[in-house]
């Protein structure tokens, strides 16, 4: 089995600082991109950032210069540095990850249970 377990999220001002870690456990051969995605209150979830593998970053627009993506592939987690905060990013922030579970399996979409984050102004 595997889990993904956020944390790391708040309350925070308008302009503040939040890092969000996402760690992977379980039975893991191998792990490929990891992305962050977030649901605001009544809208749909959106993709805010990835990282492949090999280290390749993407952004939204909306969060690019402000938050930044970043993975510890010996610890099997990806973090999520947020600068600058505004109220517009309050949302619950889900970690995806493609993992595969055995040397031969395809990788499987995993997502976590989410993790609040408030901005307020």
């Known amino acids: 089995q595997v889990l993904l377990v956020e944390s790391g999220g708040g309350l925070v001002q308008a302009g503040g600082s939040l890092r969000l870690s996402c760690a992977a456990s379980g039975n893991i051969f191998s792990i490929n991109a990891m992305t962050w995605c977030r649901q605001p209150p009544g809208k749909q979830r959106e993709l805010v950032a990835g990282?492949?593998?090999?280290?390749?970053?993407s952004y939204v627009d909306s969060v690019k210069g402000r938050f930044t993506i970043s993975r510890d592939n010996t610890k099997n987690t990806v973090y999520l540095q947020m600068n600058s905060l505004k109220t517009e990013d309050t949302a619950v922030y889900y970690c995806?990850?493609?993992?595969?579970?055995?040397?031969?399996?395809?990788?499987?979409?995993?997502w976590g249970q989410g993790t609040l984050v408030t901005v307020s102004s």
């Open positions: 990282i492949t593998s090999g280290g390749r970053r």
């Open positions: 995806n990850a493609a993992i595969a579970e055995r040397r031969w399996d395809s990788y499987r979409e995993r």
